[in-house]
């Protein structure tokens, strides 16, 4: 059976580390990504294909990095600060959650 593949866009490439900042800030917003991920996607903007697993999140990193930088590193810049809140404890990049294949990934 071939893996289905889709990548996200620089703009939900942005939307995904705004919820990746949120699930490493707040365990209740964790819990439910892994719960119904398709939900949490669709809370934040990104419309998700049926049928392709969805991305897991990707593990919280150790250090002090802010959701600019996270989305940053996701391929993008804010388009506005004002809606941005800092992170503590969190480095790294987000890019091993930002694409996702059948295989071996959560999904609903």
């Known amino acids: 059976m071939a893996e289905s593949l889709y990548i996200l866009g620089d703009d939900d490439r942005r939307k995904f580390a705004r919820l ?3 699930a490493w800030a707040d365990e209740d917003v964790k819990s439910r990504y892994e719960r119904e991920p398709r939900v949490m996607l669709e809370e934040y903007g990104i419309a998700y294909p049926q049928g392709v ?3 897991p999140l990707p593990a919280k990193p ?3 990095f802010s959701v600019e930088e996270l989305e940053t590193a996701a391929g993008g810049t804010l388009g506005s ?3 941005v809140s800092s992170v503590g404890t969190v480095s790294g990049t987000a890019g091993s959650g930002l694409t996702a294949s059948t295989a071996g990934s959560s999904g609903s």
């Open 20 to 22: 990746i900042a949120a």
């Open 53 to 55: 697993a969805t991305p």
């Open 62 to 64: 150790v250090g002090e």
């Open 81 to 83: 600060a004002s809606s």
